[in-house]
Nanobody, 124 residues
C-alpha cells in the first residue's frame, strides 16, 4: 500500500515563496508519477503540476507556469514544489498525488493515491 504526505504549506504575502514537499512511502511502483493539484474555496480541484519518474519531464498548468517548479529526489521518494511570486489566487489546499503510470498526466484519473492536503494562503 502506498501513502503520500504533504508538508510545507503556510501563510505568505503576495510575491513571496513557499516550497511544498511530498513524500511517498510503501510499495511504490518501480517508476511512478507525482502530481500536485489544488482546490480553492468553493472551486473544483484543478491540476497544478506533474513530474515523471526521472524528473526530466514536467508539465504545468498555464496559471502556474514560470512561477512553480517541480523536482524530485528518488533516493528520498520525495518531490518538491517550489512556488515563487505567489499571488492571492494561488490560495488553495494543495494535494500531492501518486500515479503508478509512466505517462505524464494532468488528469486526476491517472493518480491512485492522494494526500490529505496542505494549506497555502497568500495575502494581498
Amino acid at each position: 500500500q502506498v501513502q503520500v504526505e504533504e508538508s510545507g504549506g503556510g501563510l505568505v504575502q503576495a510575491g513571496g515563496s513557499l516550497r511544498l514537499s511530498c513524500a511517498a512511502s510503501g510499495r511504490t511502483s518501480s517508476q511512478y508519477l507525482m502530481g500536485w493539484f489544488r482546490q480553492a474555496p468553493e472551486k473544483v480541484r484543478e491540476f497544478a503540476a506533474a513530474i515523471n519518474w526521472s524528473g526530466v519531464s514536467t508539465i504545468y498548468a498555464d496559471s502556474v507556469k514560470g512561477r512553480f517548479t517541480l523536482s524530485r529526489d528518488n533516493a528520498k521518494n520525495t518531490v518538491y514544489l517550489q512556488m515563487n511570486d505567489l499571488k492571492p489566487e494561488d490560495t488553495a489546499l494543495y494535494f500531492c498525488a501518486y500515479g503508478p503510470g509512466f505517462r505524464l498526466s494532468s488528469s486526476e484519473y491517472d493518480y491512485a493515491v492522494w494526500g490529505q492536503g496542505t494549506q497555502v494562503t497568500v495575502s494581498s
